[in-house]
């Protein structure tokens, strides 16, 4: 189960960063060419923040091969408990795709006098995955309490 949590948060970050630097772009300036608009906000004194994009998008999978890392490692965690990291993993992949896409879109805005906001309907798909991460472990019944031997010990 961690590996397919891990690759669907692997996934989702690459989706995040396809809509940002490819679909959105081209969705925002009808007809025009990637390497078109890229070179129209670069002429405009602006940048899409490629790194950034890539640096804030990042986190959430190098955090999943650190749970994946873990339930390798201790094969007796919960199963429930894996799977809601995932899920809480894949929920807060709507805010690093807003933190993401911030600088490019208003970039677009900038040089093309535009918003600064979605233009690709493909993001729907991203913040529809988030909402299902947040509330399936509600869903689910959250995770249960640890056994005794795994509990942390009292004071």
Not at 41 to 49: E, I, K, W
Not at 70 to 94: D, E, H, I, S, T
Request: glycine share 14%; charged share 5%; proline share 7%.
């Amino acid at each position: 189960m961690a590996v397919v949590g891990s690759g669907a948060v692997v996934v989702y970050a690459f989706l995040a960063a396809v809509q940002i630097l490819v679909l959105n772009p081209l969705a925002a300036v009808p007809g025009a060419g990637l390497d078109r608009i890229f070179a129209g906000v670069a002429a405009a004194g602006q940048s899409m923040s490629t790194g950034l994009v890539i640096f804030f998008l990042a986190v959430g999978p190098l955090i999943a091969i650190a749970v994946l890392v873990a339930a390798w490692r201790r094969p007796g965690r919960q199963a429930r408990l894996v799977a809601v990291c995932y899920l809480m993993l894949l929920g807060v992949g709507a805010s690093a795709y807003f933190w993401a896409s911030f600088g490019p879109g208003i970039a677009l805005a900038d040089t093309y006098f535009i918003s600064g906001g979605d233009h690709s309907a493909w993001a729907v798909g991203l913040y529809a995955t988030s909402g299902l991460g947040v509330a399936n472990p509600g869903w689910s019944g959250g995770v249960e309490p640890l056994p005794p031997s795994l509990a942390p010990p009292q004071r």
